[in-house]
């Protein structure tokens, strides 16, 4: 079956909208971290769920009370651990990588829509390059949050004065980490789709201008 830049212009449109709702999503959602105490609760007898569910700006018990996270810009960090400084700072990191990414991928969305509409060869380079930046920072930001997560794990376990993660306590990442891998994965193909459909467009000008 042979590719025309119709199918390569809806594929890109269909891949680029799908990677902005998963990112919107991932990041409106707090369930990219969780810490399931159910067995160690049934065991334990507690009254109060040690269950809980965070996201980028918050965290939630199991009965839907939320708090914030630790402000990284408004902190004062005076008297504070180089550890605690460190997670602060990771934590400055992803809370702008993130949504700088979704930024990207609105600009790269109006350039998209004009390009394919004028079937401008520079302009959806130009896009193609767009998503193909924003799916970097999406995966800098993942990346740096699962950093993150891990030195927010250690410096828990040596408040605690442990070695290991206590008994009926499981600790795993949730299902808005994972849109927002998936939203990392389709960034990469809007951009492949965008610069497929630059260099087409770019194929079929130099055609016409040798007739």
């Not at 700006?57 to 199991?62: A, D, E, K, L």
Request: proline share 2%.
């Amino acid at each position: 079956m042979k590719v025309t830049l119709n199918v390569v212009s809806s594929l890109a449109v269909f891949l680029g909208t799908l990677s902005f709702v998963f990112l919107v999503v991932a990041i409106g959602t707090d369930f990219w971290y969780i810490i399931d105490a159910s067995k160690q609760e049934k065991w334990g007898n507690h009254t109060a769920s040690l269950s809980s569910h965070s996201g980028l700006w918050r965290t939630c018990r199991i009965e839907n009370s939320c708090f914030p996270l630790v402000n990284p810009f408004q902190y004062e960090w005076a008297n504070i651990t180089s550890s605690h400084r460190q997670l602060l700072n990771m934590h400055s990191t992803f809370v702008i990588l993130l949504p700088l990414s979704l930024i990207l991928m609105i600009f790269g969305g109006l350039s998209g829509f004009i390009s394919l509409l004028a079937q401008a060869h520079f302009f959806l380079l130009v896009t193609g390059l767009l998503f193909l930046l924003g799916a970097l920072l999406t995966l800098a930001g993942v990346s740096v949050y699962i950093a993150y997560s891990a030195a927010a794990f250690r410096e828990a376990i040596f408040l605690l004065g442990r070695r290991k993660l206590p008994e009926g306590l499981s600790i795993q990442f949730g299902w808005s980490l994972a849109l927002a891998w998936l939203s990392f994965t389709t960034e990469v193909l809007t951009s492949l789709a965008f610069l497929l459909a630059a260099r087409m467009v770019g194929l079929k000008q130099r055609r016409d201008l040798s007739i």
